[in-house]
């Protein structure tokens, strides 16, 4: 990946279009992470299923977990995988140590939400 070359760190966002059985949102992920080139833990690698993108509720935690433990098997240790988009204030705690991160939108916007995800995350 070029970006790695000239020393940066890139951000991938990754996660499938429509919701299907969890091996098969791997499986879509790890087709676009190997489009892209990605292989090494030089990347940081954002999962969010598309269909949950500004969806009322996020994807169901062991949905994400499922994929995202899929996901891992893909990366090279070290690689850190973050949780993206419609994540909030108590989705971190559901993951389970799945994911190593969130990748935050709607709840970013509002200081008030974003320290509550912050606090819990430093807890």
Partial sequence: MQATR???VPLV???EPERIKPHDA???CT???EAMGVSGRETVVAYEPVWAIGATEPAPAAYVVEVA???REHLSPG???LYGGSAGTGIFANLAGAVDGLFLGRYAHEP???LA???EMAA
């Fill in 69 to 71: 433990s899929r996901l």
């Fill in 112 to 114: 008030r939400q974003l």
């Fill in 31 to 33: 087709a676009q992470l």
């Fill in 6 to 8: 000239v020393g940066l």
């Fill in 79 to 81: 690689t850190r995988l």
């Fill in 117 to 119: 995800v912050l606090g």
């Fill in 13 to 15: 966002c990754v996660g």
């Fill in 26 to 28: 791997a499986r879509v």
